[in-house]
């Protein structure tokens, strides 16, 4: 014998875009759905009980994921993240190494958080580090650190998250490795 009343629950679409689906592993278009629980009567769902959360739905897969997941970049943004990150250190340590800038310590450690701190928490360490080596690499291909070098190095490890001893310990074998 059928239910004559019940509680059924419906979805209502309120939004949707692209995100990084950690279902599929990839950029994917999703829809973000807002679950709501109706007394039913005869099965049709009449009188609301209140919402039961929204989620985001993966377009591809179906697979339901707390909002959250839309704080993580997409791939394609991540790219351009990183891309922009490589940069940016290139250029602050590059200027740090000419002689005659005044005042622009301010401005480069400006930028570099800027850049570096929405990519920093979605970095592995491993990745952090590299990004500062790079940053090391390129102040030592004129020879040893200048103290502008390493004040602009050390702001790196910094937005990048890493620990001052951390930076040091780069810094130092970055030194020591030939070019």
Known sequence: MPHIWGVRTTWRTVGDGEFFCPGCG????????IRRHRFA????PLLPRGTAGTVVECAAC????????????TTTRFSAMLRDAVHTVALAVLAAG?????????ALTIELH?????????????GREDILLQG??????????????????AAVGRALL???EDTERLLTIAARTPS
């Open 26 to 33: 990839g950029d994917r278009s999703y829809l973000r759905r």
């Open 41 to 44: 009567l005869l099965g049709i």
């Open 62 to 73: 179906r697979t339901c994921f707390r909002t959250d997941v839309l704080g993580h970049p």
């Open 98 to 106: 000419t002689e005659g800038i005044d005042g622009s310590g301010t």
């Open 114 to 126: 800027e850049v570096l701190d929405p990519l920093a928490p979605h970095l592995a360490p491993a």
């Open 136 to 153: 090391a690499r390129i102040a030592l291909a004129d020879g040893p650190y200048t103290p502008s070098e390493h004040q602009t190095l």
């Open 162 to 164: 890493l620990s001052h």
